[in-house]
DNA sequence: CTCTACAACTGGTTTAAGCCAGTTGCTTGA
DNA sequence: TCAAGCAACTGGCTTAAACCAGTTGTAGAG
C-alpha cells in the first residue's frame, strides 16, 4: 500500500489526505481493513493520537467506520432508496390501505419486511399533538413503532400516532388487524385520506435511531413527518419516519395546474 | 454557574451531561459563553483534552460552536423555515417566472436576498447531466450560482443548470434577463414547464458549503434536485438547492385523486 | 486624543505515555 | 477432538505538557 505523504498541512490533513485518496483510487475498497492506529502513525512519523485524529476525520465524511478491537474499515458503497409519492389516488389507499410514502416504499423495497417494536397507548410528543390537533383533555393517541427493513438492513424506523377516539376500540391495537390494515379499519370508523402532506428535514440521528438503524456516528439522517387529513380536513394519523440518510432519498413529483 | 458532576459515565460525558443540562434548563442561553476549555478542565478535575473532548461531543449534538480566540458560545435556537409545493399553476408560473420550489421560498422569506455568485458556460456534473438528458456531443450547459440570505443569513446554495440549445444566446447570461427573469426567456423559446420533480437527500456538507453558509463542522444539509419538464416531457432545467438543514424543513402536500 | 504594541486570554494541534475493553487466533490441557 | 484460556492484536479514553494562532483590552508612546 503507498501512502506518500503529501505536500503542506497539517499532519492529521496530511495522513486523512493519503488515506482519502486511496480510497477514492479504488486502492482501498469497500469493506477493506485500513492500517491500525499505530501502524499509520509509524508510517507517517507522527503521535498515535495524530493518527487517530485524521481517522476521526474520514469518519465524519463518512468514509470510514471504526470498529472496537477489529479496525478502521472502508465504508460500503452507499446504495440509494428512493421514496415519494407519486401516481397515488383514493382507489390506491382503498385497495393498499397504505399512505403515499408507505406505499412507494413498498413499490421500490425488493426485501421489505417489518418489525412491530411495540403499539401502545400515549401521550404524543409535542410536535405530533400539534398535528393531530390534538387537545389537552385527550392528550392520548395510539402509538405503532415499527422498523422496517430492505435485504435484511435496518432502513428506516417508523412511529404512527393515531387519534384515539373510542378507548375501547382495541382492534386497533392488535398487530394484525385484517384486510387494508390499520388504515382499513380506519376508513371502517369514518376516517377516510382526502389529502396529506409530509415534512422534511435533515438532522442527526439521535443515540437510539443511530443504534437500531446501524449507523455510525456523525451520519444525518431524513425525518419526515407525514399528516393524513380525513374528509373533514381534520388529521387523523401522523406517521415519523426516520430514514438513514445515506441509504435514502426521496423523489416527490408536482403536475403543473392549467388555471 | 452550578456545574455538579453527574454520576456514572466517562469523564468527557459526564462534562457535556453537565453543560447540555445547562442550556437545557436555560441557565446557559444562546449566545451565552461558556468556561473556557482549561476553566472546564479545572472544575470537573480533569485534563483539558477531555474538556476539549466534550465540548467536541456538544458541538456533533449542535448545541454549541467553537470561535478560534474567543470561546465556545451556546448556538441561537433553532428557526424553521419551510419550504414546500403547494399551491402551483401554470398561472402563477407565467406571473411569477418561478419554479414552485423558488416560489415558496420568497412566500415565506420575509427579508430575501440574492447573491449572483457566477454565470458561465460549463460541463455539468454527472448526475445533472443524467437528468437533463445531455448528450455527449452538447456536454455544455449553463450554470448560474446563487447564495440566498434571510435576514441577512445566508440559508441556502443554489446552482441551477439550463440546457444550452443556442451558443449564441447570450442572453440568458445576463444577471437581470428581464420580466419572468430566466423563465420567462425560456418561455419565450418554448420551454414551458408542465411538471416537475424533486429529489431530495440529506447529506453533510462540503467544505465550501461549510464555508458558504456559514455551518459548524458536522452538521447535516438538505440537498434538493430540482427539474423542470417542458411540454414534450424534455427537461430543461435542474437545480440544486443546498440548504442549511437545521433552519430549513421542507413541506410538500398533495391531494389524494378520486379514481 | 489616537494609535501601536503587547500581555493575557481564547481555541487548535500535536506529542508521548498509559490503561481499558473488545476481537481473534493460537496454545494448551482435559 | 474440543474447549478454555491466554497472548497479541485492535480501537477508546485519558493525562500532562508544549507550542501555535486568533482575539481583546489596555498601557504606553507619539
Redesign the interface.
Known amino acids: 500500500m503507498n501512502l506518500d505523504p503529501v505536500e503542506g498541512q497539517l499532519p492529521s490533513r496530511r495522513i486523512a489526505d493519503a488515506v482519502r485518496s486511496l480510497i477514492t483510487a479504488g486502492e482501498l475498497a469497500p469493506g477493506d481493513k485500513l492500517p491500525s492506529e499505530r501502524e499509520l502513525a509509524r508510517r507517517f512519523g507522527t503521535a498515535r493520537n495524530t493518527a487517530r485524529e485524521a481517522i476521526r476525520l474520514l469518519t ?3 468514509l470510514v467506520t471504526a470498529q472496537h478491537g477489529r479496525g478502521v474499515f472502508v465504508r460500503e458503497k452507499q446504495r ?1 432508496f ?1 421514496w415519494g ?1 407519486e401516481r ?4 390506491t ?1 382503498r385497495e393498499t390501505g397504505l399512505t ?1 410514502f408507505r406505499l412507494e416504499m413498498a413499490r421500490q423495497n425488493k426485501n421489505p419486511r417489518v418489525e412491530v417494536t411495540s403499539i401502545d397507548q400515549v401521550t404524543p410528543p409535542f410536535d405530533v399533538a400539534e398535528r393531530l390537533n390534538a387537545s389537552p383533555e385527550e392528550p392520548s393517541v395510539l402509538r405503532r413503532c415499527n422498523t422496517y427493513y430492505a435485504d435484511e438492513e435496518p432502513i428506516q424506523v417508523v412511529t404512527t400516532y393515531i387519534r384515539w377516539a373510542d378507548a375501547e376500540d382495541t382492534l386497533l391495537l392488535q398487530p394484525k388487524t385484517g384486510p387494508g390494515g390499520i388504515y382499513g379499519r380506519l376508513e371502517e370508523r369514518g376516517h377516510t ?12 440521528a439521535s443515540h437510539q435511531e443511530a443504534q437500531t438503524l446501524d449507523l455510525p ?2 451520519v ?3 425525518e419526515v413527518l407525514h399528516t393524513s387529513l380525513d374528509q373533514d380536513g381534520e388529521p387523523f394519523e401522523v406517521s415519523r419516519f426516520v430514514h438513514r ?2 441509504r ?12
Not at 397515488?88 to 382507489?91: E, G
Not at 385520506?193 to 442527526?204: F, L, P, S, V, Y
Not at 435514502?248 to 388555471?259: K, M, N, S, W
Request: zero cysteines.
Open positions: 465524519e465524511e463518512g440509494m428512493r409519492n397515488y389516488s383514493r382507489r389507499y403515499p385520506m382526502t389529502t396529506g402532506q409530509d415534512e422534511i428535514i435533515a438532522r442527526m456516528p456523525g444525518p439522517v431524513l440518510a445515506d435514502a432519498g426521496l423523489v416527490y413529483t408536482f403536475p403543473v395546474e392549467d388555471r
